[in-house]
């Protein structure tokens, strides 16, 4: 499942394709330009290059559903073979995960934060389901 979604974005990127989602492929010239709004909305400078917008838009999708832990490792590994990647962690903008927060205190209610979770780019809190 983790090569298919590294053949799944290669192939994105190498057609010049931003977004595929559920079989539908649409260019960065058919939909907002998403590194420019996201980016100047946080009071960011510049855009994602195309194959960090398609690692993100992929891991939006992704949070929406959950991932394993091997889809992770291969976020890592893209993250780690693109020519422009997200820095490591700690950077507010790493590809990370899987992770658990601790509780604050031993009296503490568990929250969503002690569920396993991951986090690609500026995208956090990505559910992780094994």
Not at 42 to 57: C, N, Y
Not at 84 to 109: I, N
Request: glycine share 8%; net charge positive; with cysteine.
């Amino acid at each position: 499942m983790a090569r298919f979604r590294q053949l799944r974005l290669l192939w994105a990127v190498l057609l010049g394709l931003v977004c595929v989602t559920m079989g539908q492929a649409a260019t960065s010239a058919e939909r907002s330009d998403f590194g420019q709004s996201s980016l100047a909305a946080k009071g960011g400078g510049e855009a994602f290059s195309k194959e960090k917008e398609a690692l993100v838009e992929m891991a939006q999708n992704d949070k929406k559903t959950g991932m394993t832990s091997a889809d992770m490792q291969a976020y890592k590994d893209l993250n780690k073979e693109l020519s422009d990647p997200f820095p490591p962690p700690p950077w507010s903008q790493a590809v990370r995960g899987p992770e658990v927060h601790p509780l604050r205190t031993p009296s503490s209610k568990p929250d969503p934060g002690q569920s396993p979770q991951g986090q690609v780019g500026p995208v956090k809190r990505i559910p992780i389901k094994n």
